[in-house]
């Protein structure tokens, strides 16, 4: 089955302790982004990555670090996570970088930085 | 400044009515334009993109136009069903993909 796996599905830490989200797909895709979700602001993009070893910048990039050392990868890094990092995550992937192509989303992961 | 704007109201529809949802935007100039749905606690799933040059586009019970000119999208879904509670987003194509908030939708028996 064509998917995008997130994990772990919900987590709780308190501020500064690292962690990371790891996201992966099943579909060969090329383009893999992160975004969060708040309320009153919808999705924003965190990061993304075109291929292998490209990575850029999305909207809100501020405390986070992403890699991308395989196609089918794309973890969300933390290094030191903050109350305001607080948030639902979701990983995406599609074929093109362009949002011409249907978008895959994972299944989310709700965070809460204490 | 640029800005996207879904009703954030819920739209609350009796069963076999056709539900009509809008996304305005403002100082973009997107070649393209999609609708995702998602329910609670789930990611987005993409429903139908439509092109700057398409007036309107169709899947099923689903129906997307976009005006160019008004700078407005509208998403309809006919003969609704209580299955098609959920919010609804819209998200413009510039040089990246931009969402808007959503807009609930719930469908009363």
């Known amino acids: 089955e064509a998917q995008v796996t997130q994990n772990p599905r919900y987590l709780i830490t308190v501020t500064g302790k690292k962690l990371t989200v790891t996201c992966s797909q099943n579909m060969n895709h090329e383009y893999m982004s992160w975004y969060r979700q708040d309320p009153g602001l919808g999705l924003r993009q965190i990061y993304y990555?075109?291929?292998?070893?490209?990575?850029d910048k999305g909207d809100v990039p501020e405390g986070y670090k992403v890699s991308r050392k395989e196609k089918r990868n794309f973890p969300l890094i933390l290094e030191s996570p903050s109350p305001n990092q607080t948030s639902l995550y979701f990983c995406?992937?599609?074929?093109?970088?362009?949002?011409?192509?249907?978008?895959?989303f994972g299944p989310g992961t709700r965070l809460t930085v204490l | 400044s640029q800005k996207i704007e879904q009703n954030s109201e819920a739209l609350n529809i009796q069963e076999g009515k056709t539900a009509t949802l809008t996304c305005n935007y403002t100082?973009?100039?997107?070649?393209?334009l999609q609708w995702y749905r998602q329910d609670p606690g789930r990611g987005p799933v993409f429903l139908l993109l439509i092109r700057e040059n398409e007036k309107e586009k169709r899947k099923e019970r689903l129906k997307v136009t976009f005006d160019t000119t008004l700078k407005q999208s509208l998403f309809h879904i006919t003969a609704s069903q209580p299955a098609d509670s959920a919010t609804y987003l819209c998200?413009?194509?510039?040089?990246?993909?931009?969402f808007g908030t959503g807009t609930r939708l719930q469908v009363f028996p």
């Open positions: 100082n973009y100039s997107p070649a393209y």
């Open positions: 990555s075109m291929n292998v070893e490209v990575t």
């Open positions: 998200a413009l194509i510039t040089d990246k993909l931009i």
């Open positions: 995406a992937s599609s074929f093109q970088d362009r949002g011409t192509d249907t978008q895959y």
